[in-house]
């Protein structure tokens, strides 16, 4: 019995060490649980805290003081502090809710105590790209809250109407004599960003785009249907008519006669003219009207939201026009009412002023502006027997027996023929591609299946010497489309479509059912958009038309992006742009290595870039991939003709060497090294083996190497280049062959020879590169060809955008 008690004891307790275990590791996930349940609130609250410094910030009623700090970084570059974001108001009420409940009734240093703190832990960091014109704002919790960090941001984004008016119109549909809007309910002129996804999609839809005619002898007609109408400014060299409901949501800038004829049409900015404004019937327009000669009333017609009357009219009796009417002379024919301020605008008011530096005012002689599209012809036109293509079914650019004979020009497949026409199943483009059109072009596709497809990387630009036809309902796939493509180093649109076509009938006709993405370029002729044809892209045209429901809406992604004919033009922001062989000059003699010396580029930047003309003599050059390109980038060069720029260049790397010398004729000759770069010019011939440096080596005459022969950096050649053998060791950066006359101020012609066997490699080394250009101070880096954005004018006009808060 006894046993049994001590066995039914043992039990027991071991039952209860169980339990008190079972207890024991309960308590523990309980305080585990507990502990991340408060680290969980922790960080959320962090969270918190940072997104509602930023509701502070965005917030209405800071809209002042936050603009205020805003435009003072674009100004001096230096960010708000966040004690100068709590001194101007814009975070008080925030702080003031984060300090302790019994903040009042510390002492002084106490309360300096509790601010410092929460000012060590609570950060805002600004970030500017002017290039997107973006300002990101970031706020940091780094840990009011039981030392749990937390991070949001918010980016606004700035638009800028230079001081006086300079710079306004920039982006928009440009036409050269003007454009005739027409018909129906649905014709649409807005912008969007594809780079914030589809036109429509959200909020993405509806933001301005300027209407623009750059002739004297333009002139812009409204005569349409009442919604939804242009949305943007207008500006016109020539006049502007109004003769039906035409909705305008924006201003007008004229420099001669405005006309408004519209019933019930509604202008929702102000009206300026440089000449005289008359009013017919029913025009309504809610800002202010300008005229630097005369505002005249002709009729029965709407209003101007009108607050008071002041100053001299004549005729009428009583008053109609609202809002500040100013111009010498108002006047009435019947009795119609006519009220606003009445004054004399600056005689010294230049609308030409309101241009962009890109757009400039035609005068009544001069052609209009061609966008370089004849340069544009000749660059890529080839074949001197061109044949006929009907690319039904088209596979590609690959396919060859369907196009014909293709060329390697300026980093695209081109391709030449005489007519072309697509149509049947669609086409397939592989890579970037130009189709140069002696004639015509026909583009119809109509099936569900039927569509233009672009590749990955891929571009398309189809130039016509003939008219442009576009029809169909399903004319672009665009699945995983891209509306701008990197080509060599420059940003192109993908889809480009130019007709030189000049005459009566259109150069290019787009008259669909479906949407068409890209650029519309026919500087000699019209574009015709109509039907229900969408353009998800941009114009340039000599007049433009668009009817029915048609609509155009100006994509912002191609904000930076050069017109069609301007490709190849970018500018060299530093050495780093530069191919492992780069010839300014025109080639007279060359002889390239017979051994496996290979030329090697690398992913933006050609294996070989030459002057325009040369790329073919180039074709049999060991390269990485095939890729030479023809003609020189503008910056120093200007396309390989600005030699005067070079020459400027050069007398500065000469006035700057670290080291200068005359004729070089010993071996192993060592001009700097690698962390130990130098500037080193030579002004006579180079005859040497063994060569070696690092840095900038200017040689004022002809180079000939052997041996075995290293640079890394940028080796400029101003004579003829001659290899002999070697091997062994490479050229990482770039050799830039550019002789000159420095009496005509002219690129001289160059031999080019590599004579035996050899095996050094010439490799693209960005670093290299930009070590090499960092040698130079920022006024000397400019003469080369800066890429610095140009200023932002301090009494400019910005208005800012919430577009992104994460």
């Not at 928009?172 to 429509?200: E, K, M, P, R, W």
């Not at 180079?686 to 070696?692: A, I, K, R």
Request: glycine letters at 12%.
């Amino acid at each position: 019995m006894k046993e049994q008690q001590g066995a039914a004891l043992v039990i027991v307790m071991v039952f209860l060490s169980g339990a008190l275990l079972l207890g024991m590791s309960s308590m523990q996930s309980a305080l585990i649980d507990e502990r991340l349940a408060g680290n969980y609130r922790a960080s959320t609250q962090a969270y918190m805290t940072s997104d509602n410094v930023l509701a502070a910030l965005a917030s209405d009623g800071n809209k002042d003081a936050r603009e205020r700090a805003l435009k003072s970084l674009l100004d001096s570059g230096e960010p708000p502090s966040v004690n100068e974001l709590i001194q101007n108001g814009t975070l008080r009420e925030f702080v003031n809710g984060l300090l302790p409940d019994n903040y009042k009734d510390m002492e002084e240093e106490e309360r300096k105590i509790e601010v410092d703190k929460l000012l060590g832990d609570l950060d805002i960091i600004f970030e500017v790209n002017e290039q997107a014109q973006t300002i990101t704002i970031t706020s940091l919790d780094r840990g009011l809250r039981n030392s749990a960090s937390g991070e949001s941001s918010i980016v606004y984004r700035y638009d800028v109407e230079g001081a006086n008016g300079a710079g306004l119109f920039r982006d928009g549909v440009i036409t050269c004599h003007g454009a005739n809007l027409t018909g129906g309910s649905g014709v649409v002129i807005d912008g969007f960003d594809s780079q914030a996804g589809a036109y429509g999609v959200g909020n993405n839809s509806g933001e301005k785009a300027s209407l623009i005619a750059v002739h004297e002898n333009s002139n812009l007609l409204f005569n349409m249907g009442a919604v939804p109408g242009v949305t943007g400014d207008i500006y016109s060299a020539g006049r502007m008519e109004v003769t039906n409901t035409m909705p305008i949501d924006g201003d007008v800038y004229v420099k001669g006669d405005i006309s408004l004829r519209g019933n019930n049409a509604l202008i929702t900015g102000s009206l300026y003219s440089e000449n005289n404004i008359v009013f017919h019937v029913g025009t309504r327009v809610d800002g202010d009207v300008s005229a630097n000669s005369r505002i005249q009333v002709l009729g029965n017609w709407g209003e101007v939201s009108a607050l008071q009357a002041d100053g001299s009219t004549r005729a009428g009796t009583s008053y109609a026009i609202g809002g500040d009417a100013t111009s010498p002379e108002v006047y009435s024919e019947i009795d119609n009412r006519i009220s606003g301020q009445v004054s004399s605008r600056d005689p010294e008011v230049n609308f030409a002023d309101f241009l962009s530096d890109e757009l400039t005012v035609v005068k009544e002689n001069d052609p209009c502006p061609d966008y370089g599209v004849e340069q544009l012809y000749e660059a890529y036109h080839f074949n001197t027997n061109p044949t006929d293509v009907n690319a039904f079914n088209y596979d590609g650019p690959t396919s060859t027996a369907v196009l014909g004979e293709s060329k390697n020009i300026n980093g695209f497949e081109a391709f030449h023929v005489a007519q072309l026409n697509i149509g049947g199943n669609g086409m397939v483009v592989e890579r970037p591609t130009v189709i140069v059109a002696e004639s015509g072009v026909d583009i119809a596709l109509w099936g569900s299946s039927d569509a233009i497809t672009l590749r990955e990387g891929a571009s398309l630009q189809v130039i016509s010497k003939g008219t442009f036809s576009l029809k169909g309902s399903n004319v672009f796939d665009m699945s995983d489309f891209e509306p701008v493509v990197d080509v060599g180093g420059r940003l192109v649109s993908a889809f480009s479509f130019v007709s030189l076509h000049e005459g009566s009938e259109s150069a290019i006709d787009m008259s669909s059912a479906g949407d068409m993405y890209g650029e519309l370029l026919a500087p000699f002729g019209e574009v015709r958009i109509a039907g229900s044809a969408r353009l998800m892209g941009r114009v340039f045209s000599n007049t433009l038309n668009v009817s029915g429901g048609a609509s155009i809406h100006y994509d912002r992604a191609y904000a930076d992006v050069a017109i069609a004919g301007e490709a190849g033009n970018e500018q060299w922001c530093s050495f780093a742009d530069i191919s492992p062989l780069t010839v300014v000059s025109p080639v007279s003699r060359l002889s390239l290595p017979s051994s496996r010396a290979k030329f090697i580029g690398a992913g933006e930047v050609p294996d070989i870039t030459v002057a325009t003309g040369d790329a073919e003599k180039f074709a049999n050059a060991n390269t990485a991939d095939g890729n030479v390109r023809e003609g020189i980038p503008k910056g120093v060069f200007d396309r390989g003709e600005s030699a005067e720029k070079f020459a400027d260049f050069i007398d500065l790397l000469r006035r700057r060497a670290d080291i200068t010398l005359n004729d070089v004729g010993k071996n192993n000759a060592v001009f700097g090294s690698v962390g130990n770069e130098k500037i080193t010019f030579i002004n006579g011939d180079v005859d040497t083996n063994n060569l070696s440096g690092a840095g900038i080596l200017v040689v004022n005459g002809n180079y000939d190497g052997g041996g075995n022969p290293a640079f890394d950096g940028l080796l400029i050649v101003l004579g003829n280049y001659t290899q002999k053998g070697g091997g062994g060791r490479d050229l990482n950066g770039a050799l830039l062959v550019a002789p000159y006359d420095a009496g005509s101020m002219e690129f001289s012609p160059a031999n080019i020879e590599f004579r035996g066997g050899g095996s050094n490699d010439f490799n693209f080394d960005e670093q290299a590169l930009r070590t090499a250009f960092n040698l130079l101070d920022e006024e000397e880096q400019e003469r080369w060809g800066g890429c610095n954005l140009s200023e932002i004018p301090s009494d400019g006009l910005f208005t800012w955008s919430l577009i992104d808060w994460q």
